[in-house]
């Protein structure tokens, strides 16, 4: 084939080419309008109408309190003001937790409650999407240093009444929107422990205490990794300092926790 010839059959393929991904491209924007059609996006908080799926409404984003610096290093709970550098509060070196660093999306209250509720106790799985890009952006300093993401689990009563872990549903999420290996089966909770609800924070210490392990055949996959370990709320942290602990224990290098919401006033706890 002579130089014409070549360069006219790949302009026919550039060609080619570009209409196909134009017509992709029409395809994409056909379904998603149909998509819109048979279920129109709303708020998923308060249903009010949206031009996207998977958001909230101004009004209900403005009601969540997002984490924000300055905050304590190791807890992640917000401070006052920024005295500069790494920050540590009282409470942190009152009582050191086990893990190296917390984060949370935003407070447990008001809207961020009741979307959590509904995540947990409804079936509301439409939230993953909304929940997984939150965590990544409020844990993209946990991230860049984690190795493994691993859920924190539940007893198998528990995951028999309610079919999924909640935690499992978010931390393969934030596997799939970082590509960091999530090992789901890493720990084991190997005591059922009666609700933590209304419990202090001794008490939530004593009741999670031993209750998980991490198998012998998941131990080789994390000896010397640095883990990000993933749940949905933070009260006390009794329960992700007792998961910390069986990991460090097993041979992890590090523990880091994120989560997608902190209780501010672990004390005035009910549900």
């Not at 131990?219 to 992700?240: E, S």
Request: charged residues 25%.
């Amino acid at each position: 084939m002579d130089a014409a010839n070549e360069d006219q059959a790949g302009e026919y393929l550039e060609h080619r080419n570009s209409m196909m991904r134009g017509l992709v491209s029409s395809l994409r924007s056909l379904g998603s309008r149909l998509t819109d059609l048979v279920v129109p996006p709303v708020c998923l908080s308060c249903q009010t109408p949206l031009s996207g799926h998977n958001a909230l409404c101004p009004d209900c984003w403005q009601q969540i309190d997002f984490i924000q610096a300055p905050l304590c290093d190791r807890l992640g709970i917000p401070l006052p003001f920024d005295t500069g550098g790494r920050m540590i509060s009282a409470a942190a070196v009152a009582n050191p937790p086990v893990y190296r660093r917390a984060r949370a999306v935003a407070s447990y209250d008001g809207v961020m409650r009741c979307l959590i509720h509904g995540f947990k106790y409804s079936d509301r799985h439409d939230l993953r999407s909304l929940f997984g890009n939150w965590l990544q952006q409020a844990g993209g300093e946990l991230l860049r240093d984690a190795d493994i993401i691993v859920p924190v689990p539940l007893n198998r009563l528990r995951l028999l009444r309610r079919r999924f872990n909640q935690a499992a549903i978010l931390s393969g999420e934030l596997g799939r929107l970082t590509g960091i290996d999530h090992i789901p089966t890493t720990l084991r909770r190997v005591r059922a422990t009666p609700t933590q609800v209304g419990l202090t924070h001794d008490q939530r210490r004593r009741n999670v205490r031993g209750a998980f392990v991490v198998g012998r055949k998941e131990r080789p996959r994390i000896t010397g990794r640095r883990i990000l370990l993933i749940d949905d709320v933070i009260t006390t942290g009794a329960t992700v300092d007792a998961c910390a602990k069986a990991l460090l224990t097993a041979g992890a290098e590090s523990v880091d926790v994120l989560a997608l919401a902190l209780v501010s006033e672990p004390t005035r706890m009910t549900t």
